[in-house]
């Protein structure tokens, strides 16, 4: 079955997100926590989520703008996505060699909203993987997607973050324990290895296609 490319673009933006945003670190961390704590867990489900798409956004309408100003950066840029998904493959599969775990304490006074939303805020734009992730790796994929097709792009890679945040927060108290199991992030950084070295042939023969 052969996908119509409004839902193949949705397809690659959705499988690109979702390799990106699966993985142990500090903001999914704080996202547990608020839903073990049961705690603003809609506030800060959703600033992460919008934070998402508009940095997915500056990323691509930023790429896509610089290819059109010098068409010859195209093939570069493709070439560079490609690089840096293979080398990202790479790194989850070495990872499933020797998974982690992502655990969060619910212990503790729940902070205030105002609170909550400063670190979260923190946690979301103090970190410089995620200009890496967002703005550079998911710009140089999406650009190539043709002018029309970048919306559903777009709108992929906001459904993966939205789910999986909203996973993490509501699903807390029944999730908690199959984080905690490395042998779960084995089976997560497999699919994430091979979900990106996938992405990263399809966008190096499309580089070298054109």
């Known amino acids: 079955m052969t996908l119509s490319p409004a839902l193949a673009a949705f397809a690659t933006g959705l499988a690109l997100s ?54 010859g950066l195209d093939r570069a840029v493709s070439l560079a996505g490609a690089a840096f998904l293979a080398g990202y493959g790479v790194l989850a599969l070495r990872r499933a060699a020797r998974p982690g775990a992502l ?5 503790g006074r729940p902070a205030s909203r105002a609170q909550v939303l400063a670190q979260v805020a923190a946690f979301t734009f103090l970190n410089p993987h995620v200009y890496l992730d967002t703005v550079l790796l998911v710009g ?50 497999l699919l994430v290895g091979v979900t990106m070295l996938a992405l990263a042939a399809g966008l190096a023969a499309r580089a070298f296609a054109s």
């Open 103 to 107: 655990s969060a304490a619910a212990a």
């Open 18 to 71: 979702a390799s990106l945003i699966v993985a142990i670190g500090a903001q999914n961390a704080f996202v547990l926590r608020q839903g073990l704590q049961r705690a603003h867990v809609g506030l800060v489900v959703g600033f992460c989520a919008v934070a998402d798409l508009l940095l997915m956004a500056v990323g691509v309408l930023g790429v896509a703008s610089l290819v059109a100003a010098a068409p």
């Open 140 to 189: 140089a994929v999406g650009a190539q997607q043709p002018a029309a097709l970048r919306g559903w792009f777009l709108a992929g890679g906001a459904a993966a973050s939205a789910a999986w945040f909203a996973l993490l927060g509501y699903g807390a108290r029944a999730l908690a324990g199959w984080f905690a199991r490395p042998a779960a992030w084995r089976v997560l950084d």
